[in-house]
């Protein structure tokens, strides 16, 4: 079990076997990716930069007829150019299409940065992380003959950035794209992320605005309204939050793009403490796209919260079987662990770390979740390490809250609470209604022996979601139920 209330490392090993030095090993492949991009280009131009693309598993077969087959991949050509949701069997289609052009016409940089856009949106949904590499050889080799004004591929690059974690060339690659073309609104989402990632809250809030002030069609307009959801919740705005993404989803012109917003819809209930709301959010998302695993993972969070426990692994199983993320693993090793089933939360830990390594060689950012993990499971010294290398990086609320618990786990609460505030205080930048967040905070105030607000904040953790953990959760009831009532008020003197 994992102990939450002392500081002894969890029941799993360090999740790196031999680990490097926070983002050594980030960039490192970025410099030989430029080397091979470089000297491809001098050895022979741009047809060397190219590698076919051969699927590890059968794509589901498009529509029957020549007609049906021109008709999806228009339609997911428009949904990858406007940064829309696209059903995975489409991009598939149109990933094979844009293969094919580009080899029969190499010179065609708007073909080269569609492939590289589809490439990072596959890659979200299937969790291949080849396909990053796929797409940063696609749109660098978009840029390269067509530098200036490429704002598809410039947008593209800062989506692949984002992907990656890799928030300040997300920045960069986004800000250029904005020059390129300022009324492009698909930047804007990108931009957006970036600035969250790098803590630029009001930068964020800038963009959102100019993205809501742009004229859109009708088409686009839903994932405005998502974005805009997106932004609300970071800023604690439930109410407009669920409105916004409730009105996306009811005006979605695809199944996919409607099951990406139902299940936006889902964790915001999810997070507002309501697994029943959440897993009909949930299962009518995975209805629409059973391929929408982020929708399969929320119905393992909420069917575990409701007692069905059984449903709640299989739901988990087969989110990890469409989308094995490190994410998802670790949550559902953390089931595990909660019901005393040993042996398969081990399994589940040797899995997630794998699931690591393999995303570390494609170049992402796992500072954050290595950290996380460490901090509970691990060495919590090594999380504090990589943290405070992520914070000062990109010092986004996520990471504030990760390193305010991991200083705690080390037995540095001082200094613990200065982030566990710029995590949980709105003045400060914390202004999303986090239970995990609220936790933390309460923790380790209780260790400072502060504990009228330590009781608030463990209070606000239930209050908020009282399932928000299957560990945390029972150890926020049983510390609170430590400190006791608030004491009464002594009465003024007569």
């Not at 940063?136 to 992907?163: F, P, V």
């Not at 607000?453 to 926020?476: K, T």
Request: aromatic residues 6%; glycine residues 8%; hydrophobic residues 40%.
């Amino acid at each position: 079990m994992c102990a939450l209330d002392n500081r002894q490392p969890g029941p799993a090993a360090s999740l790196l076997v031999d680990p490097e030095p926070p983002r050594r090993r980030r960039r490192v492949l970025r410099r030989l990716l430029v080397v091979t991009l470089a000297g491809g280009a001098a050895a022979g131009g741009v047809q060397l930069l190219w590698h076919p693309y051969e699927p590890h598993r059968s794509p589901r077969p498009p529509a029957a007829g020549p007609q049906a087959h021109r008709q999806v991949s228009a339609q997911v050509l428009t949904a990858v150019v406007n940064g829309l949701p696209a059903a995975l069997p489409d991009l598939t289609t149109l990933i094979g299409e844009r293969e094919t052009r580009v080899r029969a016409q190499p010179k065609d940089a708007r073909a080269w940065a569609v492939l590289g856009a589809a490439y990072v949106e596959r890659a979200g949904r299937t969790a291949d992380t080849a396909d990053y590499s796929k797409a940063e050889r696609a749109l660098q080799t978009s840029l390269h003959l067509a530098a200036k004004g490429n704002a598809e591929a410039l947008g593209a690059m800062a989506a692949l950035a984002n992907a990656r974690r890799d928030f300040p060339e997300a920045k960069r690659f986004g800000e250029d794209a904005l020059k390129a073309a300022p009324k492009r609104w698909s930047t804007y989402p990108a931009l957006i992320d970036a600035y969250n990632g790098l803590g630029d809250y009001k930068a964020a809030r800038a963009a959102l605005d100019k993205l809501t002030a742009l004229k859109v069609g009708a088409d686009v307009k839903p994932a405005v309204m998502a974005r805009a959801s997106a932004v609300y919740r970071d800023r604690g705005w439930r109410e407009d939050a669920g409105a916004q993404v409730t009105d996306a989803a009811a005006a979605a012109q695809t199944p996919a793009e409607q099951a990406a917003y139902l299940s936006q819809a889902g964790q915001l209930a999810w997070e507002r403490g309501d697994p029943e709301d959440a897993l009909r959010h949930f299962q009518a998302a995975v209805r629409l796209d059973p391929d929408e695993s982020a929708a399969r993972a929320g119905q393992g969070r909420a069917l575990a919260a409701l007692g069905r426990t059984q449903d709640a692994l299989t739901a988990y199983q087969g989110a990890l079987g469409h989308r094995p993320t490190p994410r998802v693993a670790l949550e559902l090793a953390e089931l595990y662990e909660s019901l005393g089933m040993a042996r398969e939360a081990h399994a589940q830990y040797q899995l997630l770390q794998a699931q690591v390594q393999k995303e570390l060689e494609a170049g992402i950012d796992d500072d954050l979740l290595i950290g996380q993990y460490e901090a509970d499971h691990g060495d919590a010294q090594e999380a504090v390490q990589r943290l405070t290398a992520e914070w000062e990086l990109q010092p986004g609320i996520e990471v504030a809250d990760a390193l305010g618990w991991a200083l705690h786990r080390s037995g540095d609460d001082k200094e613990a609470l200065r982030y566990a505030s710029v995590a949980t205080d709105s003045t400060k930048g914390g202004g999303v209604r986090s239970a995990l967040y609220a936790f933390h905070r309460g923790m380790i105030e209780r260790d400072l022996e502060l504990d009228a607000p330590a009781r608030r904040h463990l209070q606000d953790a239930l209050r908020i979601n009282p399932y928000f953990s299957p560990l945390q959760a029972p150890a926020a009831r049983t510390a609170l139920a430590t400190l006791g009532q608030e004491p009464p008020e002594e009465p003024l003197p007569g």
